[in-house]
């Protein structure tokens, strides 16, 4: 079993920042390939960014590249989502995917809130 704790949502303006991290409670994460989601007030839950197990790849939804950045460090079992010139519609309940390489289990975190408003 695989347990996701997500940290670093809040409220933030227009334009600011924010780093979203994601610690697992697994023995080897780098058996795991990681994704972001989030969910939008009253819409279905959408891919952010995802990272491949050795973090040699990582993608991204059209409207945040260049915007977020995924990362992960193996050593620490976590992986990070830094949000760089947030918007509104970024507002979002934001999650965490842990997949196994070679099972195919999906995890997922408890999420968290992410609010961009003046």
């Known amino acids: 079993q695989v347990q996701l704790v997500e940290s670093g949502g809040g409220l933030v303006q227009p334009g600011g920042s924010l780093r979203l991290s994601c610690t697992a409670s697994?023995?080897?994460?780098?058996?795991?390939?990681m994704t972001w989601y989030r969910q939008p007030p009253g819409k279905e839950r959408e891919v952010v960014a995802g990272?491949?197990?050795?973090?040699?790849?990582?993608n991204y939804r059209d409207s945040v590249r260049g915007r977020f950045t995924i990362s992960r460090d193996n050593g620490q079992n976590t992986v990070y989502l830094q949000m760089n010139s947030l918007k509104p519609e970024d507002t979002a309940v934001y999650y965490c995917n842990a997949r196994g390489i070679w099972s195919g289990y999906d995890y997922w975190g408890q999420g968290t809130q992410v609010t961009v408003d003046s």
């Open positions: 990272i491949s197990s050795d973090g040699g790849s990582t």
């Open positions: 697994v023995a080897t994460f780098s058996n795991y390939r």
